[in-house]
Structures are given as structure tokens and as C-alpha cells.
């Protein structure tokens, strides 16, 4: 009696420090990415799903003046003692390193005081593997810059070729292998669905992205934007988006593939910004797009449990972690339905488990 007691205790007290820093008012954001958009600047040609004016509504060319007042914005809604541990700068929305050196250097210069004060840690950029090379890298790591990433979209030549984009893939290992002997974090963004793609072709995609072995990834699934080349197409009817349905089914393994070689999938899906919506015209968007393939994800591992027995039992119930007990039950318990019909079940429940972070079938 005193056992279970006292492991009574420890349980209460696990849970209470569990709660503690999981909902303490000072648990900080670990990793603030502060963005800013150099709209096509250094880009080598415009690709023809691409319109960042559009998806960013940045009109106006960056200067020091609206630097300076981006990153007060950002910083300043932040308590100095709830400061995310890692504050970085990040320019995206063209090709950085194919911008005049001139201007890279002016707004590189401009970040600079601000990481010497401590305020920002480092500087991020995102940009095109034809412009990479020693000299480039050398002025980026001069100036704080810890991250690069790379925009690849597909490694088909074919659906580069219709993406207006082309980019041979021998460049692409030639960039990377630079950018891991200068030590720079490595990121790389994938876009499903372009024309001419497919699911083999896509997976090949992946596939290749995992030999580049990038610290991260993000997955972009095409959607048509208004002004764009692919607007263009979608109006002539030379090009059909993929469906929702189609594309969660293809980045799923995607995401399964990154996750087995150890690459996290930093993002998957356009933010719903404002500006964005005003200019979205078709394809696979959805506020939730990572909820939804995530949670198919855990669906297909639950099955996969099950199949496994020799015999399922009427009733089952999963252990799964507490806090993702939303992705395991699905859209509206669709999980939860889905495995119960599939195996014909009385009844399906989770228990929720503050403590270990997999899932456990745990009774029958
Ligand atoms: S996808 Fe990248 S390289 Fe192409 S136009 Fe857009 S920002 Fe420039």
C-alpha cells in the first residue's frame, strides 16, 4: 500500500511538473524567425508559379528604415524575459546571393548592429544553387549569416524545364557540398504538383533532397497565384492543379521518408496570409495542410499496430502522447471511424499519455 502510494505521488508530481512547463506563463517560443522580402531580387528569371509581390505583398524595395522597424515590430511584442531563446533575421522571397554585392552588403550591414547588441542572434537567406560559390559564401559567413536555403522545387529536369526554372542537378550537388564545407545550416524547399510533375517523379525528388542530407526542409505544394505564368496556363487549361486529397497522399510519404532519414519538415503549406488568400486562385490549400497529413500519418501507424495482431479484438484502445491527441483522432474523430470500420470494431478508444511521447496499444 505504501508502494502504490508514494507511486501515486511521483505520478501526481510528474504530471503537476509536466503541466508546469508545458503551460508555465514563461515558457518561452524557442526559435523566432524574423521575415524579410527582398521580392525577386538576384532572382535569375521569374519561374512561373512564382509571384512573391503577390504571396508577400511586399511592393516596396527593402531599406534600412523599414529593417529597422520590421524587426521592432517583431521583437517588441515579446517581454524581455519571454525572448525566444533563438531570434533570427531571415531575407526571403528572392535569390540573396544573386543580388549585386553591393546591395547584399548594404543589407547585410543593416542586420548587423542588431546582432551585435544581442537583440538577433544570426541572419538566414534563402536563394538559387546558381549562385553559390566560395566568394559568395565567404561574405555571407563574414556577416552572421548561420543559414542557407535553397529553393530546389523538383530535381526533374523536365518540370524544371516547364516550371521556367531550369536548374541542372549537378549544380544543385555542387552548391550543397559547398555550403556543408563552409559549415552553414542547410534548408531545402521542395514544390509538388508543378507541370509535367508526378507522384514518381516527386519521390525521385525526394529521394534526391535526402542524399543532399539538408539540415531541414519545407514543402510547398503548388498553388496558382494570380500574375503568374501558371496563371496563365491554368486559364488556357494547359494545366490542371493537383487536388487536395492527391497532394496529402504524396507528401505523407514525403514527410515519412524525411522523418526515417532523420531531416525534419519544417514547414509544409504557404501561410494564409492576407495577401496570399486575395491572390489565390486554385490548388491543394488548406489552413490545416500539415494537421491533416500528420494526422494520416499516426491513422496509418494505428493500422499498421492493428494489422499486425492475429487476431484484433472487438475493442482496442491506444496510448498516445497528450499532446498530439488531436492529430490522433483526426478531422472531427475521422481517425477514430476510419480504423473502427476498417476493422469492424464495437468500440476504439486513446488514452492519453502525459509522459512517454509514442503510441502504445494498450488493451483489448
Ligand atoms: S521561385 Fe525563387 S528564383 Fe524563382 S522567381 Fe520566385 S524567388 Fe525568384
Redesign the pocket.
Known amino acids: 500500500m505504501a508502494i502504490s502510494n508514494s507511486v501515486f505521488q511521483l505520478s501526481v508530481w510528474v504530471v503537476l511538473i509536466f503541466l508546469y512547463i508545458e503551460y508555465s506563463p514563461v515558457k518561452k517560443k524557442k526559435h523566432l524567425i524574423i521575415p524579410v522580402f527582398v ?2 531580387e ?6 512561373s ?4 509581390t503577390k504571396i508577400t505583398g511586399t511592393e516596396k524595395k527593402t531599406d534600412k528604415k523599414m529593417l529597422k522597424e520590421t524587426l521592432r515590430t517583431h521583437l517588441k511584442i515579446f517581454d524581455f524575459e519571454k525572448l525566444p531563446e533563438k531570434r533570427e533575421l531571415a531575407f526571403f ?3 540573396f546571393t ?1 543580388i549585386p554585392l553591393e546591395r547584399q552588403k548594404y543589407l547585410l550591414s543593416a542586420v548587423k548592429p542588431w546582432v551585435l547588441s544581442g537583440e538577433i542572434q544570426s541572419i538566414r537567406v ?1 536563394t ?1 544553387a546558381l549562385f553559390i560559390d566560395d566568394n559568395r559564401l565567404s561574405l555571407l559567413r563574414e556577416n552572421h549569416v548561420e543559414t542557407v536555403e535553397l ?1 530546389i ?1 523538383s530535381t526533374d529536369d523536365e518540370v524544371l524545364k516547364l516550371a ?2 531550369e536548374c541542372p542537378f549537378d549544380v544543385i550537388q555542387s552548391a550543397v557540398t559547398r555550403i556543408h564545407a563552409k559549415k552553414f545550416r542547410l534548408g531545402l524547399q521542395l514544390m509538388p504538383g508543378l507541370p509535367g510533375d508526378d507522384e514518381q517523379k516527386f519521390q525521385k525528388s525526394v529521394d534526391n533532397v535526402i542524399s543532399l542530407k539538408p539540415d531541414f526542409v519545407r514543402i510547398y505544394p503548388t498553388l496558382v497565384i494570380k500574375n503568374t505564368g501558371l496563371f496563365d496556363m491554368y486559364q488556357q487549361g494547359t494545366y490542371t492543379p493537383w487536388n487536395l486529397e492527391r497532394m496529402i497522399v504524396a507528401v505523407k510519404e514525403a514527410v515519412v521518408k524525411f522523418e526515417q532519414a532523420g531531416i525534419k519538415v519544417i514547414r509544409v503549406g504557404l501561410h494564409p496570409d492576407p495577401s496570399l488568400m486575395e491572390n489565390y486562385v486554385a490548388g491543394p490549400f488548406h489552413p490545416s495542410l500539415r494537421y491533416l497529413i500528420d494526422s494520416r500519418i499516426v491513422r496509418e501507424r494505428m493500422i499498421k499496430m492493428l494489422r499486425s495482431l492475429k487476431q484484433v479484438p472487438l475493442s482496442v484502445t491506444f496510448r498516445v502522447p497528450s499532446r498530439r491527441v488531436s492529430l490522433y483522432l483526426g478531422h472531427k474523430k475521422e481517425n477514430l471511424s476510419i480504423i473502427k470500420n476498417i476493422f469492424g470494431l464495437d468500440s476504439i478508444s486513446l488514452q492519453q499519455d502525459a509522459i512517454n511521447d509514442h503510441l502504445e496499444l494498450v488493451a483489448s
Open positions: 521580392s525577386h538576384g532572382c535569375p528569371y521569374r519561374c508559379f512564382c509571384n512573391q522571397g528572392g535569390s544573386g534563402s538559387h529553393g522545387q521556367g526554372r
